[in-house]
């Protein structure tokens, strides 16, 4: 293979271009990328392809998702036969299309006639797998001069989050009876006659809270039934003419793809939006199809899931509102009431599909009730046992690093959504420099805990991570164990971003010291105020922000717990009003409630 002809090469893998320059490669040659670990090379032709994403034009583009969102909905509701879990599944497509609009916005006018070459990596990606390359093949596939090559990556160690390295014990001990007994109680149900029970509830996916609750249920004589769309092997789908559909939403469609790119990417970006949408109406129709199925099987009072938001989710809940059967779901996590930039998803908040929703506080059924895509009312149950336990499951000592830092340096890859407003390279630089200005010059040794993610964003090592060998008194954890089953492990607990990452160290009663990042997930105004008094909340848009938490965490440790005990009313009514409403008793509460609601 000889690649010295091109000069102008897109590429996201270290290894890729390594490979490429040992096959003729000019080493002058103008490498364009989004690829943290690239960009960390001493190489001046390496160019950030997203440098056009300043904050402000980020900002501009992420704030305005949602009410595309809404516009999309609204189209979609107007044409013919549409149903409102087609019109959210158009939706869900057109949010998501947002991070190949995204990358179209990269792109200039002479990427569109001259010379081009691609270097894209095949090798496991994870649980969706391989998602490393940037969609650049398609959006420029109207380029003849566009030449793709692939580099396969070698075998690696590319996991998924596990269990592994921790005992049955803990994991005995955190999960409780409710966990056991549902594992236990749905194994024995199948093989049950239904005319056993009071009545049957069929649980799709799991959370701990569904967990809880499926477990109160059987213990008031309801039946448990794991079911699948999966189990359902050949379906009939009935193709259908959505000219209509398409004709209702293109403008608003058009005006968004016209709004960032030039126009010479224009056609190509509606062409791969429209195929986005016919392959995932037609993946909508099949599973509307095998859920009818499933639940025509089952004769069940009611659904109890988790996360409904996506497209399984949405077929379900049309398949469900044919045989008039209500969907109940339970909140998975800590997010929507803390997060500032959340309006991009909220096509997908858990009463935008379900009739009831199971819910840990007031404060997220007031976000979500304002939600354009609301439906269902709330039931307040508080948080789960599981996270309840925390406490007492946190008490254990070690040797390890007294602080534990926990990363949620999740890049964004080709998978993610935004709710932010840094492209991965400012973030990676942002969290170079808490390590460098912060933990690096800190008197205890530091855990650097990081993100178990089950998606692979980039082919290569976050250079975050090689730069981590380099310090004195920073342990590097980097097994993908959920952090939950560590917290045991340390006395000082700091983490970043408004995500739901945070509700374990809140719920563990350990000093949590956060950071708010004002540009990626930040606190909502009034969940600042509320944890400023709670907890340790240090803003990273104040001048002297790496000097105030480097002399926090400089204190020694009984002073920081000293510290921590001062706030301990103010943390009692934050978490009654951001985290659990109540101490205990989620699945009992929600499966009274719930028989109440549905077998009378």
Not at 12 to 41: C, F, H, M, Q
Not at 63 to 89: G, H, P, W
Not at 579 to 592: I, L, P, T, V, W
């Amino acid at each position: 293979m000889n690649l010295s002809e091109y000069n102008n090469v897109f590429c996201d893998s270290k290894e890729a271009l390594e490979w490429s320059y040992r096959n003729g490669l000019p080493k002058d040659a103008v490498i364009k990328t989004s690829s943290p670990a690239l960009l960390w090379l001493d190489n001046k032709n390496i160019k950030h392809v997203e440098a056009r994403w300043t904050v402000h034009e980020m900002k501009k583009f992420q704030t305005t998702i949602q009410k595309f969102s809404e516009d999309v909905y609204d189209a979609a509701m107007l044409a013919t036969n549409v149903s409102r879990e087609e019109a959210l599944c158009i939706v869900h497509t057109a949010v998501h299309f947002q991070k190949t609009l995204f990358k179209a916005a990269c792109l200039k006018d002479d990427d569109f006639i001259e010379p081009r070459l691609f270097l894209k990596v095949d090798g496991y990606g994870g649980t969706n797998g391989n998602n490393m390359n940037a969609p650049w093949d398609m959006l420029l596939s109207n380029n003849s001069l566009l030449s793709t090559r692939t580099y396969i990556l070698p075998d690696n160690q590319w996991t998924v989050l596990t269990t592994k390295g921790v005992s049955i014990w803990n994991r005995i001990k955190l999960g409780g009876v409710e966990t056991a007994s549902f594992r236990i109680i749905t194994k024995i149900m199948k093989h049950l006659p239904d005319w056993l029970f009071r009545c049957k509830v069929l649980i799709p996916n799991e959370n701990e809270l569904v967990i809880e609750v499926a477990a109160n249920l059987a213990l008031r004589g309801v039946k448990i039934s794991e079911i699948s769309p999966d189990t359902i092997k050949d379906t009939q789908v009935i193709g259908r003419d959505r000219s209509d559909l398409m004709q209702s939403i293109e403008k608003i469609i058009t005006n968004r793809i016209e709004q960032w790119v030039v126009p010479a990417c224009v056609p190509i970006c509606r062409a791969i939006f429209i195929d986005k949408v016919n392959k995932r109406l037609s993946m909508f129709d099949e599973l509307v199809v095998k859920w009818g199925s499933v639940i025509i099987n089952n004769s069940a009072r009611f659904v109890l899931t988790n996360a409904p938001g996506g497209l399984n989710g949405q077929a379900l809940s049309a398949a469900c509102k044919l045989s008039k059967m209500p969907i109940v779901s339970a909140q998975h996590g800590v997010t929507i009431e803390i997060s500032k930039l959340h309006g991009e998803v909220s096509f997908s908040f858990d009463n935008s599909l379900s009739d009831i929703v199971l819910v840990y506080n007031k404060k997220i059924s007031e976000v979500e009730n304002k939600s354009y895509f609301s439906k269902g009312k709330f039931l307040v149950v508080g948080m789960s046992l599981r996270h309840i336990r925390m406490k007492n499951y946190a008490s254990k000592l070690t040797k390890s690093p007294p602080i534990v830092y926990i990363s949620t340096n999740l890049y964004k890859g080709n998978l993610g959504l935004f709710v932010t407003w840094l492209t991965d390279y400012d973030r990676a630089k942002k969290e170079k420099k808490l390590i460098v200005e912060v933990l690096k010059k800190l008197p205890h040794r530091v855990r650097y805990k990081t993100y178990p993610d089950d998606n692979r964003r980039y082919a290569d090592i976050d250079p975050i991570l090689c730069d981590l060998k380099n310090t004195d008194n920073i342990e590097l954890f980097d097994k993908k164990i959920d952090m939950r089953y560590l917290i045991s492990e340390c006395r000082i607990i700091v983490t970043s971003s408004a995500t739901s990452t945070l509700s374990w160290p809140v719920m563990s009663g350990k000093p949590v010291v956060f950071i708010n990042r004002k540009e990626k997930n930040p606190l909502t105004d009034d969940a600042h105020v509320s944890l400023s008094k709670g907890i340790f909340v240090f803003d990273d848009d104040k001048e002297d922000f790496h000097i105030r938490l480097r002399e926090f965490l400089s204190k020694t440790i009984d002073e920081i717990e000293y510290l921590w005990q001062e706030k301990k009313i103010f943390r009692e009514e934050m978490i009654k009003n951001y985290f659990s409403e109540y101490n205990g008793g989620a699945g009992r509460r929600a499966a009274k409630t719930i028989l109440r609601e549905y077998l009378n």
